[in-house]
């Protein structure tokens, strides 16, 4: 989801301590996601303070809305620059630091293959590239046996998206069930994938990555 810069730094510290609570090390690096150093330097200090690398969860992303006129080079620049660049960026500087056996799993979108309503094609764009950039990762490290996988969410409440927002009813109105998706039930399917039983999700019969839709039945 996307955030300022105020709040960011606080939701990063609440969920450290949220996963101390468990009993558990937490760790919060602010970086700009489409500051290519900035990540590898993040990227990093992750590892060395983790003592390395099992799950990377590409979460970083920005939307744009509007039409395509209204948009100028550098704004797609930076949609660009987020979902896309960045996450290639995090990839590159992650990869090394996975150990064998390792997750990538990354936060695309239903508009990737769908996009009901008019005016998201720079957003669109990001997404679907993300697709064929995760797919290219199944192949290429596959045999480390790291996966690579795409989580396809479709509206969700968020700070990005809220349920109560100016666009939520034409969302909810294309929607198969009548209500946005949580970010529990996302993060619910990132967990499965994370996880052991998910060791043998990176392809299906055409392709090298499973796409995973979490959509309330928008795109069905």
């Not at 744009?64 to 704004?75: E, R, Y």
């Not at 970010?183 to 392809?203: C, F, K, M, S, W």
Request: glycine share 12%; aromatic share 4%; with cysteine.
């Amino acid at each position: 989801m996307s955030r300022s810069p105020t709040t960011a730094p606080d939701a990063a510290a609440k969920v450290v301590k949220e996963i101390e609570a468990f009993g558990r090390s937490g760790y919060a690096w602010p970086v700009d996601a489409a500051d290519a150093s900035a990540v590898a330097e993040g990227v990093a200090q992750a590892a060395e303070r983790l003592g390395g690398l099992d799950i990377l969860v590409n979460n970083a992303g920005v939307g744009a809305i509007g039409p395509i006129g209204d948009f100028t080079l550098d704004d797609v620049e930076r949609v660009l620059a987020v979902n896309i660049r960045g996450v290639y960026a995090v990839a590159q500087a992650a990869v090394p630091q996975l150990r064998d056996g390792g997750r990538l799993i990354h936060l695309g979108s239903c508009a990737a293959g769908r996009v009901t309503s008019p005016g998201m094609t720079p957003y669109a764009m990001s997404k679907a590239a993300l697709v064929g950039l995760s797919k290219r990762l199944a192949r290429e490290l596959g045999t480390r046996g790291i996966t690579s996988n795409v989580v396809q969410p479709g509206p969700i409440d968020t700070d990005m998206n809220p349920a109560d927002g100016p666009f939520a009813a034409v969302q909810i109105a294309d929607l198969a069930l009548d209500r946005f998706g949580t970010t529990t039930e996302v993060a619910a399917a990132i967990t499965y994938l994370a996880g052991p039983a998910a060791a043998y999700v990176t392809g299906t019969v055409t392709v090298t990555v499973t796409e995973l839709t979490i959509d309330g039945g928008h795109t069905a």
